[in-house]
């Protein structure tokens, strides 16, 4: 299992987070400083505008006291950035779990089924693992929350539209007219809004036109948004030319009225034009709607269409919800089916050595004849013996990690009689499961009965 | 070869239906799901592919050319529709059409098996006009089928746009208004010259035949009619800058002219010829 330590939006206000703020470049030595403390052994970090999140495992794997890897994070982060301890949160176990699923779920942003996040997961594993802070558990962990944050996007509408007024503007004028390179956008009039429209649609490929009743203005305008400028008294040229016209001036009148549209569309022979109306008072006049080919959103049409894919985004939040809780209960179960696997290895290691040995014992004696081909038939014959016989004890003891039911046997008493009946020495009993813990190939040989895993030839011969 | 004809009709059915299924779920999804969008065009492809061989196997059987007979020919226009979507879907961002399209070629494919042999008699006809008149028409129904297909999208988009209802929830997965309107044209571009070849050589043959009544006599006036309404929309469109919603109006409005003179000879060809 994992803990969680870190703080967020939720937990911190902005003067908190950015005391905490690690660098790309130092993050490796960061994460390898954790690994090295006596209850971490592994570790990652995800960071972004609205969290940091230290995700770790202690050494001992899945035996691990979380409560000692917790406390040893939050000193871990506390030490690198004072202050901050009191905003810290731990999440232990499967709660950690669950919050690490969300969080790459998007269901814990800011902004409700932002997509930026999991790609922002994924790079804090992948910078983990070349870091070489990445161990069994967290392996086995991450790709699990990535595929259920890929599950919730594809299931739902979690990332449905546009949460922002420009980004709407601009996914309407792609409705209109497509790939918006070679089309041609007018800025009349300045303001934060109508400045990021500009900027998007830009960065769409649309050329950009400037037009202010302050030429200076609109020359610096169009430098920030890498357009052209242009005076006032082209703008009725300037709307012919324009495929998407953004107004947001502070005038108390129409800059932008009927006539001057009717007229501009004669001349721009009924190609349809976007008129986004970002200014209150409102710059465009209505009735402009009502001519064919003239499209026009006011601010109020497109807060509505953001308030819209928000509502269906928080609905769509409760299905998300619900996919997270499958993929974590599945998690569970595995986890459950994990504290079997240092009794299987103990098990497997003991029946392996023993007949490895009376093997070995016999081709130097009676069987010493045998040509080489003969001898692999006979190891592979005894290998897919010990598999027969391991078969039904590896299930019982799985089932019973996971079931953990009031009736029959418990691991724990399982896992003691097994020892008993073996006689487990002290020494094998401490083989940590990190050290030895099957990889998922290695169960599912295990499961099929296949062949010895190679961890577990490892074990036989440390017995 | 009579198995097969049989066997590809069935999956071509099949796979048509599926099709058009899918496009429609598409269309009312609530987000994307990439994988599950692309199985649409590909299952019109293999309806396509499907319907194709049932064509070629059947008119093989019957030793028919396929558009020496009203039967196959319909089919080959929902085939040559098909074929041009496909060609055109991924570059004008097309894929919302095959809600259209597949329904359109299942209807066509299943709605030609309904239609008796045609009894018209074509003596005093000259066989390789006949050919190249079948030929020219069979082509520009399957381009005006698409040019009518994308009007209507274009309708259904710009009423949206314009209405502002389900802005947020339908997102993007209609096509641009602009590459509807360019595809239309172009469509109509494509196929106006076959349907001037089309209407001309269709009124030699009925200056020749002397067995007409008055369904031919619509037809002609049918035939006329589409003809002039997309020689409207393309010149109105060049002069008068005729274009969006009233050059979409104007292609539907040709585009079920020329259905109607489809019907008329689905109707013929249904009663014996006693039209």
């Known amino acids: 299992m994992i803990v969680v330590v870190g703080l967020s939006h939720r937990t911190a206000p902005i003067a908190v987070r ?5 660098e790309a470049a130092d993050l490796p030595d960061f994460l390898r400083a954790l690994v090295q403390r006596p209850e971490v052994g592994e570790a990652l970090l995800v960071s972004t505008c609205n969290r940091v999140e230290l995700v770790a495992a202690g050494r001992a794997g899945f035996d691990s006291d979380l409560d000692q890897v917790a406390k040893a ?79 919730v996007r594809t299931d739902t509408a979690i990332g449905s539209g546009q949460v922002s007024v420009p980004s709407v503007a601009v996914d309407l004028a792609r409705e209109i007219f497509g790939d918006l390179s070679g089309h041609s956008a007018l800025l009349v009039g300045s303001g934060e809004m109508a400045e990021a429209v500009a900027r998007l649609l830009k960065v769409g490929g649309a050329s950009v036109v400037v037009v202010g009743r302050t030429l200076s203005r609109a020359e610096e305008l169009a430098n920030i948004v890498g357009g052209v400028a242009r005076p006032w008294s082209a703008l009725q040229q300037s709307l012919v030319e324009a495929d998407v016209v953004v107004t947001s001036t502070s005038a108390p009148h129409f800059v932008v009225d009927y006539e001057m549209v009717s007229a501009a569309r004669k001349a721009r022979r009924g190609k349809n034009q976007f008129l986004i109306d970002l200014a209150v008072p409102r710059d465009v006049e209505p009735r402009i709607e009502t001519l064919d ?42 986890a459950d089916a994990e504290q079997a696997t240092p009794t299987i290895v103990q098990l497997r290691g003991r029946l392996t050595a023993a007949l490895e040995e009376e093997l070995s014992r016999s081709m130097r004696g009676k069987l010493k004849h045998l040509p080489e081909t003969d001898r692999a038939a006979v190891l ?39 020892n008993e009946l073996f006689g487990f020495d002290a020494e094998s009993e401490a083989v940590s499961a990190t050290e030895n813990a099957l990889t998922e190939a290695d169960l599912e040989a295990d499961n099929s009965g296949l062949s010895l895993s190679p961890k577990a030839r490892v074990v036989a011969s440390r017995n | 070869m009579t198995d097969v004809a049989t066997i590809a009709f069935y999956l071509g059915v099949i796979t048509y239906s599926v099709a058009a299924t899918l496009f429609f779920l598409e269309l009312a999804r609530k987000d994307g799901d990439a994988a599950r969008a692309q199985w649409a065009p590909r299952l019109l492809a293999l309806g396509g592919a499907l319907h194709a061989i049932h064509v070629l196997t059947a008119s093989l059987l019957s030793h028919v050319c396929p558009i020496d007979s009203l039967h196959f020919a319909l089919s080959f226009s929902a085939l040559i529709a098909v074929g041009a979507y496909l060609a055109l879907r991924q570059r004008l961002r ?11 070629a299942l209807t066509f494919l299943v709605g030609a098996q309904f239609v008796g042999q045609s009894s018209e008699s074509t003596q005093g006809v000259s066989r390789t006009l006949l050919i190249f008149h079948v030929a020219a028409n069979v082509l520009g129904i399957g381009l005006f089928l698409i040019a009518g297909a994308a009007g209507s999208v274009y309708l259904l988009q710009e009423r949206r746009l314009r209405t502002k209802k389900r802005v947020a929830s339908m997102g993007s997965r209609l096509p641009p208004l602009d590459a509807l309107d360019t595809t239309t044209h172009r469509l109509l571009l494509a196929g106006f010259p076959l349907l001037t070849f089309g209407v001309v050589t269709g009124a ?5 035949l002397t067995n007409t009544g008055g369904a031919e006599s619509l037809r002609s006036l049918l035939g006329y009619a589409t003809w002039v309404l997309l020689a409207a929309v393309l010149v109105l469109r060049k002069t008068a800058g005729f274009r969006g919603r009233k050059a979409a109006y104007g292609t539907i409005a040709g585009v079920v002219c020329m259905l109607l003179v489809l019907l008329l000879y689905v109707v013929r060809a249904s009663v014996g010829g006693n039209l």
């Open chain 1, 18 to 22: 950015e005391k905490l703020v690690l």
């Open chain 1, 73 to 151: 994070c939050v000193d871990a982060l506390a030490a690198h950035s004072p202050g901050i301890a009191p905003h810290l949160y731990a999440h232990v176990g499967g709660t950690a779990v669950r919050h690490l699923f969300r969080v790459a779920a998007s269901l814990d942003s800011m902004v409700l089924g932002e997509p930026q996040i999991l790609g922002q997961v994924k790079d804090a594993y992948e910078l983990a693992r070349k870091a070489g802070t990445v161990g069994s558990v967290l392996h086995r962990t991450l790709p699990r929350a990535i595929r259920a944050a890929k599950r």
């Open chain 1, 293 to 334: 080919g003239e499209f026009l959103y006011n601010i109020d049409d497109l807060s509505k269409v953001v308030s819209d894919t928000l509502s269906t985004r928080t609905r769509e939040a409760a299905s998300a919800e619900a996919i997270i809780g499958r993929e974590a209960e599945g998690y569970d179960r595995w």
């Open chain 1, 380 to 418: 592979k014959m005894l290998e897919s013996a010990v598999n027969r016989l391991l078969h039904q004890p590896t299930i019982r003891l799985r089932q019973a990690a996971i079931e953990r039911s009031q009736e029959g046997l418990s691991l724990e008493q399982l896992s003691a009689a097994i």
């Open chain 2, 94 to 104: 097309l894929s919302a059409l095959g809600a259209f399209i597949a329904p359109i």
């Open chain 2, 204 to 208: 030699v043959f009925s200056h020749q």
